[in-house]
């Protein structure tokens, strides 16, 4: 898989993450008693972190044998370039 194969990917699981965002506000301010989160944008940009790793890195392994460290980086990296986007979607 190219480099711009695997970016896509992460972009279309980044992109799927985020779409979860105001369903996950929404779950948490109908749940605050239960929940208690204090922040919830900062919580929904752990899970939408969490969801973009582990999904991308999942997808990743479902394309060839066991994901090197390497490739590992590369799908980290290429969520880490992302994040100033996804913060953004979050909190503006």
Do not use: C, W
Request: no cysteine.
């Amino acid at each position: 898989m190219s480099e711009d194969q695997l970016e896509e990917i992460i972009l279309q699981t980044i992109n799927g993450a985020v779409a979860t965002i105001p369903a996950y506000l929404e779950e948490i301010s109908q749940n605050k008693e239960t929940l208690k989160v204090e922040n919830p944008k900062e919580f929904v940009y752990g899970i939408v972190m969490g969801m973009a790793l582990g999904m991308s890195g999942a997808i990743l392994s479902a394309q060839k044998e066991m994901p090197t460290a390497e490739d590992q980086i590369k799908v980290r990296d290429i969520v880490y370039k992302h994040i100033p986007e996804i913060r953004e979607r979050i909190f503006n």
